[in-house]
């Protein structure tokens, strides 16, 4: 083969390449961001609390799992992270009703026992669908409480219905920023489907607020959730466990700032 020709195939050969690459992950972007969402049945017995269905508007039904609190406190609705299940978190629902304080964890649609495949639209309206569910089960407020990729939803529905409070765990300023930070070769802006803008909507958030991050997490990067809290409004607090990443975030000291801050919250904190 002469030299000529092959200086011309070669980059023919990369850019091809390249373009079978940004249509696979342009293709199976929503398997990547969701990776627990399953086609299973969710457990028959609750691992903790009991199961509950929640209807949405768009015809979808929601499996969750419900720890009824004292309904003169606040209620803490949680929206958990991309391949995680609503199953894990007996110690939280533990720890809150030792408090009095019930909880409600949703299975966001196409995950374990909901119906439906995942999109950012549709877990939005879920989170919408989940707090109108638990306000008229609870007279004390409700505190959304979104974890990683669940962040995202606790911001809109926080911008959308009248929460008591706000507690973001891993947050981050985009899913379309992380992902261009951690894929710096691809268009990410061009490519996504899902970019959760919680950039774009926390200043509209006026509720008590509080961050909680791991120094070390690689997943989300402690300067994305402090860029997050940066442009959020007052009153926020942040709280950064210097020895947590992202998946062991969860510890006996993350746990009680979750329950020091939900019963220092008011009913009117709106």
Do not use: C
Not at 1 to 15: C, D, G, K, Q, T
Not at 59 to 69: R, V
Not at 189 to 205: C, E, T
């Amino acid at each position: 083969m002469n030299i000529p020709r092959l200086l011309l195939i070669l980059p023919l050969s990369a850019v091809f390449i390249y373009l079978l690459l940004l249509g696979f992950i342009y293709l199976s972007q929503r398997t990547l961001l969701y990776p627990g969402a399953e086609d299973i049945a969710a457990p028959e017995q609750a691992s903790w609390g009991e199961n509950v269905s929640v209807k949405t508007p768009d015809g979808e039904t929601l499996h969750g799992l419900y720890s009824q609190g004292n309904t003169d406190k606040p209620g803490v609705l949680l929206f958990f992270g991309n391949g995680d299940r609503v199953d894990n978190y007996r110690f939280l629902a533990q720890a809150l009703a030792a408090r009095g304080i019930g909880l409600l964890a949703i299975s966001y649609r196409g995950y374990p026992g909901s119906t439906g495949s995942p999109s950012e639209d549709g877990l939005l309206t879920d989170g919408i669908a989940a707090f109108d569910w638990l306000a008229p089960r609870i007279k004390g407020g409700i505190v959304v409480l979104g974890r990683s990729l669940g962040t995202g939803v606790a911001v809109n529905t926080a911008t959308q219905r009248p929460a008591t409070g706000m507690i973001l765990v891993s947050p981050y300023l985009s899913v379309q920023s992380v992902a261009q930070a951690r894929y710096s070769f691809l268009p990410v802006s061009l490519l996504i489907k899902d970019s959760f803008r919680s950039d774009l909507k926390i200043a509209a958030v006026k509720q008590p607020k509080l961050f909680i991050h791991g120094r070390l997490d690689d997943s989300i990067p402690l300067s994305s959730g402090e860029a997050l809290y940066r442009i959020a409004a007052e009153p926020k607090q942040m709280l950064v466990d210097e020895r947590s990443g992202h998946n062991d975030i969860w510890n006996d000291k993350t746990v009680s700032e979750v329950i020091h801050f939900v019963e220092a919250l008011k009913p009117d904190a709106t």
